[in-house]
T-cell receptor
Framework: NAGVMQNPRHLVRRRGQEARLRCSPM?????VYWYRQLPEEGLKFMVY????????ESGMPKERFSAEFPKEGPSILRIQQVVRGDSAAYFC??????????????FGPGTRLTVT | GQSLEQPSEVTAVEGAIVQINCTYQ??????LSWYQQHDGGAPTFLSY????GLEETGRFSSFLSRSDSYGYLLLQELQMKDSASYFC???????????FGTGTRLLVSP
């Protein structure tokens, strides 16, 4: 049973370019979460999605960031016109159901974004 | 909102026992989780407390007291491979997101 997959693992972009990060949840999981981790800091929630729906985007910056989880294919986190401050590790996590008693989120290996 | 505070660093020797505390201020959440993260790696789930009290999983135990807004992770028989960062996380009641603590870096020495 494959775990959460993210690609690319490392991504280098110049300032002003676009970054597209992909996440395939575990088989049978329909809930996806994106977190960002700056160097030497904890993880910060960005967005929670179900298939074709954004459930909670309270952690997303208002500009340049967007996320989707289409009916078919992986979830995509898109960062337009990247700036140096966007350099971070971006982790995706998935869980099987929207149930308060389901307490474990399974994390992918992350995408390390470096903006030069 | 939620905020979870942890000590920034803890050091211990192999074979010892160490406790990592987590104090929080929150408007409500479904329990406290603990995650381990090695440098450059992904967070991996360790333990969860949905109710007050102690949960034991092998060498790791976790405790929660809602009345004191406090929890801890207890690691026994420390091994070198336990050197990592440890995060407590509150599970939001509204939308299931995890709110992570500030993280504790554990250094285990021979």
């Amino acid at each position: 049973n494959a775990g959460v997959m993210q690609n690319p693992r490392h991504l280098v972009r110049r300032r002003g370019q676009e970054a597209r990060l992909r996440c395939s949840p575990m088989k049978g999981h329909s809930h996806v979460y994106w977190y960002r981790q700056l160097p030497e800091e904890g993880l910060k929630f960005m967005v929670y999605l179900q298939k074709e729906n954004i459930i909670d985007e309270s952690g997303m910056p208002k500009e340049r960031f967007s996320a989707e989880f289409p009916k078919e294919g992986p979830s995509i986190l898109r960062i337009q016109q990247v700036v140096r401050g966007d350099s971070a590790a971006y982790f995706c996590a998935s869980s099987p159901v929207e149930d308060p008693t389901t307490y474990e989120q399974y994390f992918g290996p992350g995408t390390r974004l470096t903006v030069t | 909102g939620q905020s979870l505070e942890q000590p920034s660093e803890v050091t211990a020797v192999e074979g010892a026992i160490v406790q990592i505390n987590c104090t929080y201020q929150t408007s409500g959440f479904y329990g406290l989780s603990w995650y381990q993260q090695h440098d450059g790696g992904a967070p991996t789930f360790l333990s969860y407390n949905g109710l007050d009290g102690l949960e034991e999983t092998g060498r790791f135990s976790s405790f929660l007291s809602r009345s004191d807004s406090y929890g801890y992770l207890l690691l026994q028989e420390l091994q070198m491979k336990d050197s990592a960062s440890y995060f407590c996380a509150g599970r939001d009641t509204g939308f299931q997101k995890l709110v992570f603590g500030t993280g504790t870096r554990l250094l285990v020495s021979p």
